[in-house]
């Protein structure tokens, strides 16, 4: 694998994982007393269920930035 692809590589995972953990409110869903164990267990892939369109069209422009223009 040359440099410039295990450049991209390292930059698609950074830019999904950087997506998920801002995407995740895990402050309100740990520290709310309202949610219980359940609803948050529920909560978590719903959340990461819709974030996946958003890293697809990160990986899209990664790999092909004139789809930017």
């Keep these: 694998m040359d440099k410039q692809k295990k450049n991209k590589r390292n930059v698609i995972i950074l830019l999904a994982s950087l997506w998920l ?3 995740l409110p895990l402050p309100w869903l740990f520290t709310s007393p309202d949610i ?3 609803q948050i267990i529920g909560l978590m892939p719903i959340i990461g269920i819709i974030s ?4 697809a069209l990160g990986i899209a422009w ?3 930035p ?3 223009t």
């Design 62 to 64: 990664t790999l092909k």
């Design 21 to 23: 953990i801002s995407t």
């Design 36 to 38: 219980t164990q359940d």
């Design 52 to 55: 996946i369109p958003f890293i």
């Design 66 to 68: 004139e789809l930017t």
